[in-house]
């Protein structure tokens, strides 16, 4: 029997099957790890391209008839997933290696169990002598929790990033939030990953931003949402509103912000 916990690795689509495919075989041509599962959620793609999905090499496919949104698509992945631990990636993440990454992850994780999460990605993170993870078989690890004396850092666990977790921070920390912007459902998981005290987060500097590539930075949903192109078209405006008349502006923001969320929870929009 492999000795090695099994890692599931959840690719999250939607309507990008030329980034998916790359995304798929870029990561299995540059990781090297004996026990793997594939799962692959697709948030309502047209079904000539799911049926392109299942030509693909992995285990388990979530096929959704209707697009549901960022969070509503990640959790149902994730239900699917049996692994002790799971590589989430994005389909516009392409894996470049070097092939022993995940194993060393895993490694790691297996004799820190106070260690949640793993990010391979993400916004640039101190490296402090005294966060240090001390490990002889894998590269330097560094916890991202980090204190200095001015002020705290916490982790920015981005849902659309590469990055390795426990299965039991994932069942720990609940469903990601449905119904929203993408970037409310990411903030929502992250301020929750803050709030906690059982799981850390860690990083190795020497595949931080390096194993994994963005490659559909021009076809993000984000760039493309209506409401994004909204809110850059009104910011000159909305910048010179907040410093005249700072009290309409806040009150203005606020009647956006509820009325954008209802639109969302009613389903006229789709994150």
Known sequence: MNQDPLVSVLF???????????????FLRNTDYPNLELVLTDDGSPKSMQAEMRKLPIQK???????????????????????????????????????????????????????????????????YPEFKICDLEAPDCYLICTESSSSRLTPMVYSDRPHLKRKQLSDYL???????????????YNERFARQSRFRGAFFPCYYNTVFNNTGESESFRTSNWTLRLENALAPVARRCKRRTPELFSHAKGIYQKSVDLLYQVRILRS
Request: hydrophobic share 30%; glycine share 10%.
């Open 61 to 127: 496919l979530v096929a959704s008839k209707t697009n549901r949104g960022m969070g509503a698509n990640t959790n149902a992945g994730l239900k699917q997933c049996a692994g002790k631990y799971i590589l989430q990636i994005q389909d516009d993440w392409e894996c470049q290696g070097p092939p022993r990454y995940l194993e060393q992850a895993v490694c790691l994780m297996e004799t820190h169990p106070d260690i949640g999460l793993i990010q391979f990605c993400g916004d640039t993170h101190g490296v």
């Open 174 to 188: 609940g469903e990601y939030r449905e119904r929203c912007r993408i970037g409310e459902c990411e903030r929502d």
């Open 12 to 26: 999250i689509t939607y309507r990008r099957m030329h980034l998916l495919k790359r995304a798929v075989f870029s």
